[in-house]
């Protein structure tokens, strides 16, 4: 092995270090909370979280993200496939946890409603926020201008999924909150018992702090 | 083909008191005048076609259950990925049978695209199911009945029935099923405590 390759491998293990250790965190709260199951489908901020980590990989034997933390864990094809199992998941007694990009959370709207929102299913779901860094510091846009809109929508600059994120989660009544990495831990007990609160869904929009 | 008594009848009467039942769109109602139990579940006025993800989630928080899904065509057709799912989840409680009927029938008898020529159980074998069946006769489906419902799961069941005439399903005290007589969110607590208690 030359000395390039070593480096690589030692910023690869750092990289995955940090991964895993983001991932804990969560995982950690998850688990105190009681959760059972992570059901998802997970982008690049969110795939720590399911098997073939960077650290399972790497041959690491981490206590949680590898193996889920002794959450089981199941990918789906379509992520209201994930709200229809998490549903019957709660059904059987199981607390479940989905794990989505914001862009499945869009296409998957009435997966949600017809199921964990109507059925009355307390659930935590966890969102990669794709784009979020391309809004600017201005996540939710409410203030823009009507006219201004559609223009923003398809400017290259700004990543339209993003920009519908926060409205959509508003307009199906789904409460959320941002986490921007390990100071917003406390976030994810507080959404889960929220959505207990409430017996419906509760979003945490993950800004890529698992990347 | 099959009438839904045909198919229906014999699984009331094969169904263990504690497998959980899973039902939606046309079949809902007919199975409601067979059936009475705390472990149905109508997945009805609820999400389109997602009644199979429900019923795998059941069968995942209870394997020590027998989860039957009575799914439609149409139903299937608006989630096929779920069958990949079901088998990437290592689920072997689970039974799914859809309901051939090539009609969305509770919305009117539209024809679902493909209806009589898509062969599900072909998609289900080429998905991973171990176990998979096709029926298109009265006789034969009553003389597979029993194995099919203790195979090696997940199991897959298709059953070319002649469409009916179901329209809209209601909910009300007025209701003859019992977990029609209230709202979904209303059932879902009582059919889970029964699920629990049971």
């Given amino acids: 092995m030359t000395g390039s390759e070593e480096a690589s491998i030692s910023v690869a293990d750092s990289m995955a270090g940090a991964e895993m250790r983001r991932a804990s965190v969560i995982v950690d709260e998850l ?6 199951h992570l059901i998802g489908l997970p982008d690049n901020a969110t795939a720590v979280l399911f098997s073939g980590s960077p650290a399972a990989r790497l041959g690491i034997n981490p206590v949680h993200a590898a193996d889920g933390g002794g959450l089981a864990r199941l990918t789906v094809t379509r992520e209201g496939e994930a709200f229809a199992i998490a ?18 959370l869009l296409e998957s709207g009435d997966a949600l409603r017809g199921t964990v929102t109507r059925l009355g299913v307390p659930l935590l779901c966890l969102v990669g926020y ?10 939710t846009e409410r203030e823009c201008r009507e006219h201004d809109r559609a223009e923003q929508l398809r400017s290259r600059h700004l990543d339209s999924v993003a920009a519908l994120t926060e409205p959509t989660l508003a307009a199906w009544e789904v409460p959320f909150e941002l986490y921007r990495g390990d100071r917003d831990v406390a976030s994810v007990g507080r959404a889960w018992r929220l959505a207990e609160r409430r017996r419906g869904p509760v979003a945490l929009l993950l800004t890529g702090a698992l990347q | ?38 472990l149905d579940f109508a997945s009805a006025d609820s999400a389109m076609g997602h009644a199979a993800d429900l019923a795998l989630g059941i069968a995942m928080a209870r394997p020590d259950r027998r989860v039957i899904c009575l799914n439609g065509d149409g139903s299937m057709l608006m989630s096929r990925g779920t069958l990949a799912t079901i088998v990437e989840s290592g689920a072997t409680n689970l039974i799914l049978m859809v309901v051939e009927n090539r009609a969305y029938e509770i919305t009117g008898g539209q024809p ?13 074998r080429a998905c991973g199911f171990p176990s998979v069946f096709a029926f298109v006769q009265a006789e034969a489906y009553d003389a597979a009945l029993p194995s099919l419902l203790t195979a090696s799961g997940p199991v897959f069941v298709s059953v070319s029935v002649e ?8 909910r009300g005290p007025g209701e003859e099923a019992i977990y029609l007589r209230t709202s979904i969110a209303e059932w879902a607590v009582r059919f889970r405590m029964a699920l629990a208690n049971s």
């Fill in chain 1, 31 to 36: 688990a105190g909370c009681g959760a059972t």
């Fill in chain 1, 87 to 104: 549903a019957g998941l709660w059904l059987g007694g199981a607390r479940p946890v989905a794990v989505i990009q914001n862009s499945g």
């Fill in chain 1, 130 to 139: 794709r784009g979020y860094a391309s809004l600017g510091g201005s996540p």
């Fill in chain 2, 1 to 38: 083909m099959l009438t839904k008594a045909e198919l229906l009848q014999p699984l009331a009467e094969h169904r263990r008191q504690n497998d959980v039942v899973v039902t939606t769109m046309g079949v809902v109602c007919p199975w409601e005048r067979l059936s009475q139990s705390a």
């Fill in chain 2, 112 to 124: 679902v695209p493909g209806g009589g020529k898509l062969d599900f159980a072909a998609v289900a």
């Fill in chain 2, 163 to 170: 469409a009916g005439n179901e329209g809209p399903i209601a």
